[in-house]
């Protein structure tokens, strides 16, 4: 436990959380207010988040190095906040305590049950089923996502604070911070290779994360992934297998994927269960289905409490989310920014007939740096590929990476229809060039989700008159 939070984590306490905007430090602030400490914050520029926030009475300022209106008695930070961040620096000058939020988090948790879900790909919409799942089976879990959970409109849900369901981050190794009952873990693969050296390092770092899962719990896996497997093959904890193979604990057959959703028969332990409809696309999303139906009969529900519930799962925030849906024009916002996750949704929205636009927003420097080469296979099945700018999420570009590292290796994969197109240009670009019935999905982990909606809104005001 992080020495000194003990005391600071107590009704009355002043709090500042930097980057207080974002949608693990938002969640967190809104867990600390509802505990009765006082919260404030401050983040780079107004958002959705920031006005929710400020609706519930959190003090937000925008921009950072202002001094403190009151000196607060701790200060949280991410680690999507620069260590040269002057709101940080001037903490340090003053000498007030300050904590990463994986440690608060993980402070919170530990001490009582917990359902901690985490991976490479899928944690979010896996937290939010789990989250959505638990919640209408009747245990009032304090719940926080790394996303919006669309049913309940919140990246968190506030309730019983001695049972937590929790997105875990894996970027930043922060998972070693949590010790808990059960642990969900959807799969692993060479991501943030910024953090990590390579997937080995990535798979020692998980191997010390399941010995860390309690005695009394459970680690719930997906068979399907050889890393995974391989993980858990060297660990003598107890866990529980998930995926398509028939030797898992849990698996899925007879699959069929149908208009936006999928159906499947489910079978534990080779018996057959009963047949699951999903209202979210895709095989992955089966996947995610599994190891959180896996979970939850580990943590000891019946299917009577929870199953029914899962065809009312609408799934999370730029998960997939249907932002228009006419005959002649779908649109998509998806947070997927790694290769394997473009992958996953363009085999989950692709439809014969229909033609396929992405809009890909690039995440980061060191991830382009590092898989340019991997993105340069994944856009085949669009017809047609707009790249923007590369979002940077302040990372400074030590190797002058550039959008067109991306686009000169998609072309020389063959691929006829791409393009550079500025941030600002997408839309007016979109508009000038229909392309008939289509389907366009805004893709990437940064701001591309505020022209996805600002698209969908301009084409039905022209459209629909």
Known sequence: MPAGLESLVDRGKKVFLVGIGGVGMSAL???????????????????RMLSKLEEEGISVRIGHGHSFQERP??????????????DLEQTKALGIPIFHRAEVLSFLMNRVISLAITGAHGKTTSAACASFLATEAGLRPTCLVGGEIL???????????????AEVD??????????????????????????????????????????QVKTTGRTIYCLDDPHLKNVLSESGSSSTSYGFREDADFSAKTMVCEGFGSRYDLFEKGKRIEEVRLRIPGPHNVLNSLGVIA??????????????????????????????????LLVIDDYAHHPTEIGASLQAIRKPGRRTTVVFQPHRFSRTFHLVDEFSQVFHSADRVLLTEIYSAGEENVN??????????????GHRDVHVIRRSEVIDFLMAHRQGDETIAFLGAGDIGEIADEFANRFENVYSH
């Open 73 to 86: 008695d701790w200060v949280i930070f991410s680690s999507a906040i620069s260590k040269k961040n002057p």
């Open 400 to 413: 002058h990476v550039d959008v067109h590292w991306i686009y000169e290796a998609v072309k020389r994969s």
């Open 295 to 328: 979970l939850l009969r580990s943590f000891g529900l019946r299917y009577d409490q929870f199953l029914r519930f899962l065809a009312e799962f609408r799934g999370a925030g730029r998960r997939l989310e249907v932002k228009l849906n006419r005959q002649d």
């Open 151 to 165: 049913n309940y409109g919140s990246n968190i849900l506030i309730a019983d604070p001695h049972l937590f369901v």
């Open 29 to 47: 602030a809104r867990l600390l207010a509802s505990r009765g400490l006082l919260v404030s914050g401050s983040d780079a520029k107004k958002n």
């Open 170 to 211: 894996e970027s930043d190794r922060s998972q070693l911070c949590f010790t808990p009952d059960f642990a969900l873990i959807t799969n692993l693969d060479a991501e943030h290779l910024d953090v990590y050296r390579d997937i080995t390092d990535i798979k020692s770092t998980f191997r010390q994360f399941v010995d």
